[in-house]
């Protein structure tokens, strides 16, 4: 039988930190749909073609 | 760095460790005769704990350097490391009480160690409050650092506290003097532990920095944009 203290104790680091990885990579998500939809934007608004260059 | 030592090979290494450590902290380490099981908090409390100062003696650094160069980079990475700090000290606050009930009958108490330390954690709080509050980035930015900077001294105290004052608080097991000492299992296991979780520290603050230099060029774009919506 584990002791109470010590399960909860590693419980929580362990879940804090999958929580805070979890969080980090769904920003990194969101904020790179941002990205390439501004990416696209300024593509269209340009007048010239970008001649091979992608942008990224 | 990114290249020599990509973000997919540190995050690989960083489960291994964890791995490793789990199964060294559960069945390598032996239990503590006095503590029992219980002891065995002390293999993530240290660790959390190490990389909590270090980050805080990042942010110092930092902040020096955003202060007298203003580099955008030097902003960024105290704040991520402000993010990720805060994290790892949490995890100390919460884990510490977890261990002293069992072992001093109390979830707390406000020696020097222990007051310093949620100090700690309330620096952190404060940096990342007046990061979001602050309307103005720069301004944010100065401010944060000069808070980075006065706040080291607490750390400097914190590190020192059990050296200098008789504490509830155990005094240091490892490079704590002659009367000091661990199991050599114990230390193996706390040395990998430690190891492990500096290693996390930097993956979680590489992921962060990176999420920083997203939002960076993101409104880099954004202003180019709007300056050309302004000419035309």
Known sequence: ?56 | MNKKFPIWLHAALTAAGLIVTVYMIFLYAPEEMTMGEVQRIFYVHVPAAWVSLMGFLIIFISSIVYLSKRTQFSDELAQATAEVGFIFCTCVLVTGPLWAKPAWGIWWTWDARLTLTFLLWLLYVAYLMLRNYLVNPGRAASLCAVVGIIGFVDVLIDYMAIRWWRTQHPQPVVLGGPESGLDPRMLATLLVSWAVFTLLFFLLLRMRLRLAGMRRELSEIRHVLAFKVSED
């Open chain 1, 1 to 56: 039988m584990v002791n109470k203290y010590l399960f909860v104790a590693y419980s929580f680091v362990w879940v804090v930190f999958m929580l805070y990885a979890w969080n980090l990579s769904r920003r990194q998500d969101s904020l790179k749909k941002e990205l390439d939809e501004v990416k696209s934007k300024v593509a269209e608004s340009s007048p010239t073609p970008a001649s091979g260059k992608s942008g990224s």
